[in-house]
């Protein structure tokens, strides 16, 4: 079974601080995606990582997956309070109609 | 942008009734999602349909039957509804194809079971 394991949790800090969440797995993922949902809604897509060690920029955010594609991290460097929310990561699996979620890293983020 | 559209947002239920949650996708996507979100377990997936005329069991498919009865719309029902089912349920879907294309998520339905 393909399990994603995200860290921290929860995590609050102060607007203009960095911060980084890791999402990290025992399989290997053909590709990774970052989502982000906000209270009442769904998830939304931020960015897809395929290659081993790429790196994706949005904005403040930098997404890298792992050379063995085994993990990912997400980074945001001076947070503002629109980046609350909840961030997920997602692996496809060995079925690739199919998405391993992981379990979300809770964001609030104090002005 | 209508994309994919949940109903009922919100309902409460009493033990043992039934219901059936309602999905509709306007793009055109080949396949579609359940999923239900509990605090601090993610998303756990319920049933798919890769494409029209086809379902299969995800990780949490026990309580739950779906049916795909076009390629627009997937239904979630629960035959006979227990409070472990509370939860909120996403629809999702996807074009299809190459594994690496999103998710369209809709915006749940809040159920709670009494």
């Known amino acids: 079974t393909q399990l994603l394991e995200q860290s921290p949790q929860f995590l609050s800090i102060q607007e203009g601080e960095n911060l980084t969440v890791y999402c990290n797995s025992s399989?290997?993922?053909?590709?990774l995606q970052w989502y982000r949902q906000e209270p009442g809604e769904g998830p939304v897509l931020l960015v897809t990582?395929?290659?081993?060690?790429e790196v994706k920029k949005l904005k403040r955010l930098t997404f890298q997956f792992g050379d063995a594609r085994k993990d990912s991290s997400l980074h945001i460097t001076a947070a503002q309070p629109g980046d609350t929310g909840l961030y997920l990561c997602?692996?496809?699996?060995?079925?690739?109609?199919?998405?391993?979620f992981g379990s979300g890293t809770r964001l609030l983020v104090r002005p | 942008n209508a994309g994919v559209t949940q109903t009922p947002k919100f309902q409460v239920l009493k033990t043992g009734q039934s219901m059936t949650l309602q999905c509709a996708q306007d793009?055109?996507?080949?396949?579609m999602y359940w999923y239900r979100q509990d605090p601090g377990m993610g998303l756990r997936l319920i049933y798919y349909?890769?494409?029209?005329?086809?379902?299969d069991k995800g990780e949490v498919p026990n309580g739950y039957n779906v049916s795909r009865l076009n390629k627009r719309e997937f239904s979630l029902r629960l035959e006979s509804a227990a409070p472990s089912q509370t939860s909120v349920y996403f629809c999702?879907?996807?074009?299809?194809?190459?594994?690496?294309?999103?998710?369209?998520f809709g915006d749940g339905t809040r159920l709670s079971i009494l």
């Open positions: 999702a879907s996807r074009s299809g194809g190459a594994g690496n294309q999103p998710q369209h």
């Open positions: 399989s290997v993922f053909s590709s």
């Open positions: 990582v395929v290659t081993g060690g």
């Open positions: 997602a692996g496809v699996g060995d079925s690739s109609y199919k998405l391993i």
């Open positions: 793009m055109n996507h080949n396949s």
């Open positions: 349909s890769a494409s029209e005329g086809t379902t």
